[in-house]
């Protein structure tokens, strides 16, 4: 079985947080090799393929890979155990239109699909605790990251200044071109617009300073936020980037394992 090429984040000893490349499974095509994401349009085998070959390398069975089927919106939800007790359908249905993941159970896989949209991870060493984010232009307006941030004070009790925070492979301010109702649209959001955007011959919005600068509103340190600096859209042979390969193309997975601190990190 290919290995999927990961990349990974050092957020923590006792986690295993990473985002996908297209390396190592059987997809083809715009959808190759690897991509795990079934509601983007490619072959369900070479799906259910990738996603046992990504499960076997972080040593976790299929049944604790969970990830949702997103809308662009600003719906979070908590996994919790009793989550895994609900039949499949109930599971699916509880997954459908979140954008974003939080949970405390170790062992199990949480996480987002992009492919330029900002994929956000969120770590509480205090209290266990993770968020996985997705942050298109539209969930950046909303402002998802800063309800991120709040929903784990809520639900955990988290500490922002103590959160650590990774903004994964995502379009860059260069290649992230948008038109005048889209400027207007986080103008109108209160963006500072001087800090997010350039004029060329038209509007580039910085979709990571976006998401950090929100992130930093909701009380996270500076220090504490990790920008990866991949641009989707200049290393599409790595990662997937819907402006280039278009929307019947993979998606990149990005995701986080709280490990059992008994159990040694396979990815390590």
Known sequence: MNSPLLTYYDLAPDATAFSSTRHGGRSCGSYGEFNINRYCGDDASAVAYNRT???SLLGIDDSRLVMPHQTHGTVIRRITDGFFALPPAGRRSFLEGVDALM???PEICIGVSTADCIPIIIYDSRNRASCVVHAGWRGTVRKIAVSA???MTESYGS???ELKCCIGPGIS????EVGDEVYEEFAGAGFDMSRISDRHDKWHIDLWKCNSLQLESAGVVSANIHVSGICTYSNCDDYFSARRLGIASGRIFTGIILRNALIKNPCL
């Open 173 to 176: 301010k260069d290649n992230f």
């Open 53 to 55: 070959a990504l499960c």
């Open 103 to 105: 949970t405390d159970v």
């Open 159 to 161: 500490c922002p200044d």
């Open 149 to 151: 941030v709040r929903a």
